[in-house]
């Protein structure tokens, strides 16, 4: 008989390693931690770039506006001295002919921005020439044309032209000289640029890309202002850099622009006008430079994150074991609070006993404190958001800031009151249709609600065509008459400009009437406490409404106790005397602010 084979021996089954808590955390980091700080990383790049695209454009911008600022400065010192030196000539009070001519002289001579002066009649018949010693004589025409003599500003510089003044260039400008607002003569001379030169030197060399790329251009293109002097003269019409922002922009009118742009290499340029000489400031440089450090900041977010990456690895593997699930719960937390979720620390983390237990608590009240603050913001965020549609920034302020205010009820103070009506609106509303006459008031009264704003006051109410303005509350300050007369005058002149664009674009034109008056009134929230409004209530709002009422078109009258408050700037107005107004027994001192 045989004996059977041998059983094969049941093999023992295998052990299967479980990977240590360290390990398994580390690789759970590696797999949840690292991709977001990579996301993270880049964002910062991302968002860095972007902040560093917006420096650059205001660096280019801020470069080309103070060249502008520096030039309009130039103007303006030689205005002055050009109309002192008229004065001393033209005044006849000043003294004897010989005692003009030498304080004249001196003038001239500790002048920085001017030569000489040429006088000339009101017809344009050259009068004389006054130079400093050493300057040859000028080269000036013996007679101006009368429409060139037309074109000149009372108060201001009319610009002829560019010229050389050897190797230096000059600015020819004409203007009239009057004495005790009367003109009497004019004067011609040439405005010296070579501060302006030598500020553009000292620009293209202090930074690093700059040494050919600031200059100033005129209306065709042209360089007329450049450190390098050979550079002058050469055309731009067709730069790339035109091309980007446009080649139609009129150097007449403001216009600011900041544009990148390819020419030899990538570039980056910024241009700013200055319309009252019909040029322009112009700041390009190359695109590497401009962010250069760029390449910087990449590498160094990247070793930033990698540390953080490695020092997370490490701190993980030491507390593997105690730390895994408290901490994932910790992660968690914070997450939520970073995507604004303000959950409470998940598990038993807030009841240990440990540190990680008082991190779990601080971060519950953590959460618990920015949901309040949080609700609190929005709720602030949205009520401001919703009263500053119908109240000025300053009512606005005072309710968050004084809710009790809110409440019926007001105080007396001294305000000042501004009237404007458009003049003639019913034969204005009988020949537009109502959608364009809705327009025109919008676009009239949001550029009203600017300039009242800006100068301190606040828009009480809109009457149908009218707009009621007060100055000295609810915060009262000393200059609020003349802030109130100087927004009159402004808004006078947006009118004009206003009305180019009404005549092109719906054929009319208005004209404001306007009225002024500063006394005591009653300031407060005037309704119910369902519904209230901030108004001024008293006897000095029917004085400046009867004000309004009896100007003329285009025409802004004040009354005399805010003549009184103006102090010295009281001379911008002219005395029209007692006037009756409508309803009231008294008369009133009148008068008029000079156009």
């Excluded at 030196?85 to 002919?97: E, H, K, R």
């Excluded at 000289?177 to 640029?193: C, D, F, I, M």
């Excluded at 204005?428 to 008031?441: F, G, I, M, N, R």
Aim: aromatic letters at 6%; proline letters at 5%.
């Amino acid at each position: 008989m045989q004996t059977p084979p041998p059983q094969p021996a049941p093999t023992a089954p295998v052990a299967t390693t479980r990977l240590p808590l360290a390990a398994r955390l580390l690789l759970l980091i590696l797999a949840v931690a690292v991709p977001p700080l990579v996301g993270l990383g880049l964002a910062m790049m991302n968002v860095n770039e972007g902040a560093l695209l917006h420096s650059a454009r205001e660096l280019h911008l801020s470069i080309a506006l103070d060249v502008r600022r520096a030039l309009r400065e130039e103007l303006e010192r030689a205005r002055q001295q050009s109309a002192a030196i008229g004065y001393l000539m033209l005044a006849p009070d000043v003294g004897t002919q010989e005692e003009r001519e030498k304080l004249a002289d001196s003038q001239l001579a500790f002048s920085t921005s001017l030569d000489f002066v040429s006088f000339y009649s009101l017809e344009g018949e050259r009068l004389g020439t006054l130079k400093a010693r050493g300057v040859a004589e000028p080269d000036t025409p013996a007679t101006l044309p009368t429409a060139l003599l037309t074109e000149v500003p009372e108060q201001g510089l009319r610009v002829l032209g560019l010229t050389m003044a050897g190797e230096l260039p000059s600015l020819r400008v004409l203007q009239r000289a009057s004495v005790e607002g009367k003109p009497l003569a004019y004067l011609l001379t040439h405005v010296r640029l070579k501060p302006l030169v030598d500020q553009l030197q000292v620009l293209s060399t202090e930074w690093d890309g700059l040494e050919e790329g600031v200059y100033v251009v005129d209306a065709e293109r042209r360089v007329v202002l450049h450190p390098t002097r050979s550079r002058l003269g050469a055309s731009l019409a067709e730069s790339d850099f035109f091309a980007a922002i446009g080649r139609e922009v009129s150097f007449h009118s403001d216009f600011v622009a900041a544009s990148d742009f390819e020419a030899e290499m990538p570039m980056f340029g910024a241009l700013v006008t200055v319309p009252e000489v019909g040029w322009a400031i112009v700041v390009q440089r190359s695109q590497p430079l401009t962010f250069k450090t760029l390449r910087d900041m990449r590498l160094s977010v990247g070793l930033a994150l990698g540390l953080c990456a490695l020092v997370a690895l490490v701190g993980a593997w030491l507390g593997a074991r105690q730390l895994s699930r408290p901490i994932q719960a910790l992660v968690r937390a914070t997450r939520s609070i970073a995507a604004r979720s303000f959950t409470q620390v998940e598990g038993e983390v807030e009841t240990r006993a440990d540190e990680l237990g008082h991190l779990g608590r601080s971060l519950g009240e953590m959460a618990r404190s920015l949901e309040s603050s949080e609700k609190e913001l929005v709720e602030q965020t949205r009520v401001r958001t919703a009263l500053s549609r119908y109240l000025s920034a300053d009512v606005v302020e005072l309710i968050a800031r004084e809710p009790g205010r809110l409440r019926l009820g007001g105080e007396r103070r001294e305000v000042t009151v501004l009237f404007s009506d458009v003049c003639g609106f019913t034969r204005l509303s009988e020949s537009l249709p109502p959608e364009t006459v809705v327009a025109l008031l919008n676009e009239l009264f949001t550029f009203a609600t600017e300039i009242i704003h800006r100068r301190g006051g606040i828009i009480d109410k809109f009457i149908g065509d009218s707009v009621m303005a007060v100055w000295g509350t609810p915060e009262s300050h000393p200059d609020d008459a003349r802030q109130a007369v100087e927004a009159a005058m402004e808004l006078r002149r947006w009118v004009e400009t206003g009305n180019r664009r009404w005549r092109q674009k719906w054929g009319v034109e208005i004209q404001l009437a306007m009225g002024l008056h500063t006394g005591t009134v009653v300031a407060g929230n005037l309704g119910s406490e369902k519904r209230m409004e901030y108004t001024v209530i008293g006897d000095a709002v029917n004085v400046a409404a009867r004000l309004e009422s009896m100007a003329q078109p285009g025409q802004i009258l004040v009354s005399a106790a805010t003549r009184e408050r103006l102090g010295e700037e009281a001379e911008v107005l002219r005395h029209l005397g007692e006037r009756a107004l409508h309803g009231r027994n008294a008369t009133t001192q009148v008068f008029e602010v000079a156009a």
